[in-house]
T-cell receptor, first 116, second 112 residues
Framework: DAGITQSPRHKVTETGTPVTLRCHQTENHRYMYWYRQDPGHGLRLIHYSYGVKDTDKGEVSDGYSVSRSKTEDFLLTLESATSSQTSVYFC???????????????FGAGSRLTVL | QQQVKQSPQSLIVQKGGISIINCAYENTAFDYFPWYQQFPGKGPALLIAIRPDVSEKKEGRFTISFNKSAKQFSLHIMDSQPGDSATYFCAALNNAGNMLTFGGGTRLMVKP
């Protein structure tokens, strides 16, 4: 998935433990996004970043925090994981703010998180 | 609540048939409607997209039909092939251009 690496790809953890997912890009794109994918809900935006140290909330941000200290890395942290956060998490990047036309979202391969 | 509703959740089509996936939206502040295709173990990838000032867009075997007054749009896959078997998501982009709202997805299986 061109220029985007997510790690870990699979993780099993227990309720109450902290979890950090990493998204690394080699495209030097300014905008980065974290989505979660759940059956019947499609993809829902958790947080996004429009530059180093610049982030904003999406529609399902409760229980999640993000950080972006370098252009290429966008971290998603679950401070205290809950079973409702069992999901597949996708990172996406785009070159510009507007997502229409040629400026499409490019997704990573996903990170499957299971919270027991 | 889901602002973009997609149906059906799953679809089985014979090879050579037409696959039709429907979406309806509630927010009139959407102004760009892409479709994404996702294969197992992969992230979604943009397939085709349409603006609301156009009623139809065709790219190869894939066609989007858009009905602005009904707030509905659909994806038609002509001459469906087993390689088209994937999950398809419709989406709608807000006027600010910074947030995509996705439908719930349709899992398509094309039988040989």
């Amino acid at each position: 998935d061109a220029g985007i690496t997510q790690s870990p790809r699979h993780k099993v953890t227990e309720t109450g433990t902290p979890v950090t997912l990493r998204c690394h890009q080699t495209e030097n794109h300014r905008y980065m996004y974290w989505y979660r994918q759940d059956p019947g809900h499609g993809l829902r935006l958790i947080h996004y970043s429009y530059g180093v140290k610049d982030t904003d909330k999406g529609e399902v941000s409760d229980g999640y925090s993000v950080s972006r200290s370098k252009t290429e890395d966008f971290l998603l942290t679950l401070e205290s994981a809950t079973s409702s956060q069992t999901s597949v998490y996708f990172c996406a990047i785009s070159e510009r703010a507007g997502l229409s036309g040629a400026n499409v979202l490019t997704f990573g391969a996903g990170s499957r998180l299971t919270v027991l | 609540q889901q602002q973009v509703k997609q149906s059906p959740q799953s679809l089985i089509v014979q090879k050579g048939g037409i696959s039709i996936i429907n979406c309806a939206y509630e927010n009139t502040a959407f102004d760009y409607f892409p479709w994404y295709q996702q294969f197992p173990g992969k992230g979604p990838a943009l397939l085709i997209a349409i603006r609301p000032d156009v009623s139809e867009k065709k790219e190869g075997r894939f066609t989007i039909s858009f009905n602005k007054s009904a707030k509905q749009f659909s994806l038609h896959i002509m001459d469906s092939q087993p390689g088209d078997s994937a999950t398809y998501f419709c989406a709608a982009l807000n006027n600010a251009g910074n947030m995509l709202t996705f439908g719930g997805g349709t899992r398509l299986m094309v039988k040989p």
